[in-house]
């Protein structure tokens, strides 16, 4: 059964700047199914990170979530809240944007983890590996006992934290139990002499290790869903594929959901069972893996596809998409589709806002959605609009 | 392979000895070059007893770039590819090794020789933005090679022409001169650079133009006949100007952009900006670093499309360093995969790809994920642990810590895949990195059969012995032990990698 442990609705999220406001993500909408790999894949500008962190609630100022919903299934957690936030709950679902603060943020953890491309952003310079997992174990075992007294000293980083954690030793609170599933989740992730490991600083590891060390650190609140944000994008491709067979390893054995951010399409391919491909913000096409790689709809899928050389075949000539990426600012945004400026198959039918269409799909139970008119329509060269060049490929 | 490549692996000093014959295309010969780094030896470093060691980032490699071709240099962070393009360019001292181009030793050149160079080979960095400056119109970036090597100067072999237009009142015989220099403002085509000149009644006498804000035209009535007399009237300021605006519209941005600054333009600009950098000397070689990779797989093709298009129109020889191997196998004739400091394999790129003959190659492209749903769910053969540090690098093959097909000495019966295991133990007491402890908790032979329980036979026994060594806390025992039965040909013996005599190179011992 493919049941959702996860759904995204219309999330936006907004940043208010200087120079105006940007548009970071817009109306995006996916699930996330019961053990699987979703992945969520586009280029620098795209939104996938701030989405990532919009999951989590994680965005900063000048940054905000100004809408949508995202609704976790968590049938004690739906019970305990269906009377006092009603609005929150939907059968077994909570939506995690509209629950108290408090639980919101105990979440983090049992429901949510996450890792990103630099461990160092989630690990602290300063304090033993094993110490620092050890402390996420401790924190995740008293949040189960008591979910209002939370607190992480290795979430969130800055100079304030590390002259708090240099007087402050941390040894006190943290139990041996939690010492030692620390060095057991640490063998659990691949790391080698777990237990000497366990003492040493972040430094004294390499790329991958620290890497996994990061993925030890989110496994410690056994999460229902580990978000992955670039994950293996810093690394080397055998360091890398090291940690994609871990993580996927982690994923079938400890039963979790994995949200994949990426913009390296063979990522995608080796890890997702279904993929959103992300285009200023939105979420332009989305559907399984065969749909999405075989069957594109939307002309960004299809260039994004046509624009990385293959390893088997030596193609003489690229087709790259033309242009850059568009402005994300709202003031320059307008009204049509934000790909017309740079589609090969812009028509004026796509001089106002495209909702998801449905197009196609190869498989059962898998839908295939896009934000383009094409999905149920042909191309008509008739309606082409100025300056858009003919579908074919372009030979500059 | 030993027979027909002189073996000079080891000898730095006589490495120079080439023929005419087997580098009659090479625009670039590299032999055994190396390049160490100083590490440590700091103030802190001297305080805390710490020796200075060295870092053997490139340490020993030999291939050419022949002329007009694309050769990939491919590898892991760490393998010294960048180091290798910034030494061959002499941007850092090389250690050792020579490297000549177009036949000329570059380490041993004198000022002009290398200012000549200079203007010859050309480097694109990775990064656009931190390799231009901020301070700097694009066009003054552009421009800048230019002006410090005080061009344009004229070619002596480019000739200069006129194609007059006459226009209608003028009678009489028009002879034209142009000015030898030019080709400084207007580019020759097939050796000749030519300038449409017209001349007309104007209200009294006749008057000469050219359309051009660098070039003017004179005229001057001698006898019967008119003179025209064309020169280069702009400055040398200018003229570089023009030129950078013609490399901008070249790579694919507008002439009218010189004004601007590299904050202005996006990542794929910047980097079209270095390479109309690079263009702006004519030069024959550009060693490109990285140059797709901090970009977006849309523009990054756009990129290569553009490179593509200028070796052919300029006719530039490449090398091309990258870790990804996609883009390398899109882009290079040949490629050249180190590891740690050396080549592994070189050789044509279909060859490379689609039948690689060294372990590490193998590994390497085994490890890329492939953009297609048949890639999904693939289980990759990991090569395990990392790259070990170029400051201690391996003794023999660089890749034998890693190598699945370490070769087993010949006298023993053992699985390759158990070998390897052998190897890694061997590898942990070696480095003194066992716990005893661990050992002793569990007895010599419980812990072999764990970690090893593919082993049988006197192997079996041999680690038994050596692990109860390690229990009573003397690894040097355990290590020597495990050596007399182990020790492989993959440690004790360097792998040839002298290119044979079509220029590729397998350092492996399973292809001697
Ligand atoms: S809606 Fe129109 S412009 Fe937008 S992607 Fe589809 S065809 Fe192109
Ligand atoms: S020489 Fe030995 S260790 Fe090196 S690649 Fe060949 S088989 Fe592997």
Redesign the pocket.
């Known amino acids: 059964m493919a049941d959702e442990i996860l759904k995204v609705r219309n999330l936006t999220t907004r940043f208010f700047t200087e120079e105006g406001q940007v548009n970071a993500v817009e109306g995006v909408d996916f699930d996330v199914r019961d053990g699987e790999v979703f992945g969520i894949v586009g280029e620098s500008g795209s939104g996938k990170s701030v989405t990532a962190l919009s999951l989590i609630d994680l965005v900063e100022t000048p940054g905000r979530i100004t809408e949508g919903e995202v609704w976790y299934r968590d049938a004690e957690l739906a019970d305990e809240h269906r009377d006092s936030h009603p609005e929150a709950v939907d059968g077994d679902y909570v939506d995690v944007r509209q629950l108290p603060e408090t639980t919101r943020r105990w979440l983090r953890g049992p429901a949510f983890a996450t890792i990103f491309q630099d461990p160092m952003s989630s690990l602290n310079p300063t304090i033993p590996v094993g110490e620092q997992i050890a402390e996420a174990v401790e924190v995740q075992r008293r949040a189960r006992a008591n979910p209002r007294r939370t607190r992480s000293r290795t979430q969130g980083y800055g100079l304030g934290r590390l002259l708090i954690d240099s007087v402050i030793p941390s040894r006190n609170y943290v139990s041996d139990e939690s010492h030692e599933r620390a060095v057991e989740l640490l063998d659990r992730v691949g790391i080698p002499d777990p237990e000497q490991r366990a003492e040493e600083y972040p430094h004294e590891f390499s790329g991958g290790m620290l890497q996994r060390a990061m993925v030890a650190q989110a496994l410690a609140g056994e999460p229902d869903v580990l978000i992955a944000d670039e994950p293996t994008t810093a690394l080397d491709v055998t360091i890398q594929a090291q940690i994609l067979n871990l993580l996927t390893e982690l994923q079938e054995e400890e039963d979790m959901s994995v949200v994949l951010i990426t913009h390296n399409l063979g990522v995608i391919a080796r890890m997702c069972q279904r993929v959103g491909v992300m285009y200023a913000g939105e979420v332009v096409e989305r559907g399984s893996l065969e749909d999405v790689f075989e069957n594109p709809v939307h002309p960004y899928t299809e260039g994004l596809l046509g624009s990385i050389p293959d390893l088997e075949d030596p193609a003489p000539r690229l087709s790259p998409i033309e242009g850059n990426v568009p402005s994300l600012l709202d003031s320059e945004m307008g009204e049509k589709c934000y790909f017309a400026d740079r589609c090969p198959k812009a028509m004026e039918s796509c001089l106002h806002r495209i909702d998801e269409r449905d197009a196609p799909s190869t498989l059962d139970g898998v839908d295939h959605k896009v934000r383009c008119v094409l999905a149920d329509r042909e191309y008509d060269e008739s309606e082409a609009l100025d300056g858009a060049t003919a579908p074919e490929v372009t030979d500059d | 392979m030993t027979e027909t490549a002189p073996d000079n692996a080891d000898q730095p000093g006589s490495a120079t000895d080439r023929t005419a014959a087997d580098d009659a295309d090479a625009l670039l010969e590299v032999r055994s070059l190396r390049k160490h780094y100083q590490d440590g030896g700091g103030l802190l470093d001297r305080v805390l007893g710490r020796e200075a060691t060295s870092v053997k980032a490139v340490d020993g490699i030999d291939f050419d770039v022949r002329r007009g071709e694309t050769l990939g240099l491919v590898g892991e962070s760490g393998c010294g590819k960048s180091t290798t393009g910034e030494t061959l360019l002499r941007l850092r001292e090389a250690t050792g090794g020579t490297v000549a181009f177009d036949g000329e030793e570059v380490f041993d050149m004198d000022d002009e020789s290398i200012a000549s160079f200079r203007r010859r080979a050309q480097i694109v960095f990775q990064d656009p933005f931190s390799s231009l400056d901020p301070r700097m119109t694009v066009g003054a970036i552009v421009a800048e090679g230019m002006r410090i090597h005080g061009l344009p100067e004229s070619d002596p072999t480019v000739a200069t022409a006129a194609e007059l237009s006459v226009g209608d009142g003028i009678d009489r015989m028009v002879e034209v001169t142009v000015a030898d220099d030019l080709d400084r403002v207007i580019d020759a085509d097939d050796g000749v650079a030519r300038v449409p000149v017209s001349v007309r009644m104007g209200e009294k006498s006749p008057e000469a133009s050219v359309d051009h804000d660098l070039l003017g035209a004179t005229v001057e009535e001698r006898e019967a006949d008119l003179h025209v007399e064309v020169t280069v009237t702009g400055s040398k300021g200018e003229i570089r100007r023009a030129k950078a605006g013609r490399l901008l519209e070249r790579v694919g941005l507008s002439s009218d952009q010189v004004d601007r600054y590299p904050h202005e333009f996006s990542g794929g600009q910047r980097q079209r900006v270095g390479i109309a950098r690079a263009l702006a000397l004519d030069p024959e070689f550009i060693v490109l670093d990285e140059p797709v990779s901090a970009l977006d797989v849309s523009v990054q093709a756009q990129v290569l499309n553009l490179l593509d298009d200028l070796q052919e129109e300029f006719g530039l020889t490449y090398l091309f360093i990258a870790h990804d191997l996609s883009v390398v196998r899109h882009i290079c004739d040949r490629v050249a995969v180190m590891y740690l400091g050396k080549i592994?394999e070189l050789g044509p790129t279909d060859q490379i790809f689609e039948n690689p003959d060294?372990?590490?190659t193998k590994a390497l492209l085994e490890s890329v994920p492939r953009a297609e749903v048949a890639e999904q769910g693939r289980r990759v053969a990991t090569l395990a642990g990392d790259v070990p540090s170029p400051r201690n690098p391996p003794s023999?093959?660089r890749?034998?810590t890693r190598?699945p097909?370490?070769?087993p000495p010949e006298d023993i019966e053992i699985e390759q895949s158990t070998f390897r295991e052998v190897m890694n133990l061997r590898e942990t007491v070696e480095a003194g990195s066992l716990d005893p402890e661990a050992v002793q908790e569990v007895g010599a032979q419980r812990y072999r059969e764990e970690e090893l329980p593919a082993l049988d036979g006197e192997n079996a026994a041999v680690v038994d012995s050596a692990l109860e060594a390690v229990a009573d806390g003397d690894h040097a025992a355990a290590a020597a032990t495990l050596r007399e039965r182990f020790e492989?040909?993959?440690e004790t013996t360097e792998?040839d990698a002298t290119p044979d005599a079509s220029g590729d190179v397998v350092?492996?011992?399973?292809e001697d």
Do not use: M, N, Q, S
């Not at chain 2, 350092?507 to 399973?510: D, E, R, T």
């Open positions: 592994a060294h372990p590490y023999g093959c890749f034998r190598c097909k370490v070769i492989t040909v993959c792998p350092a492996c011992h399973l």
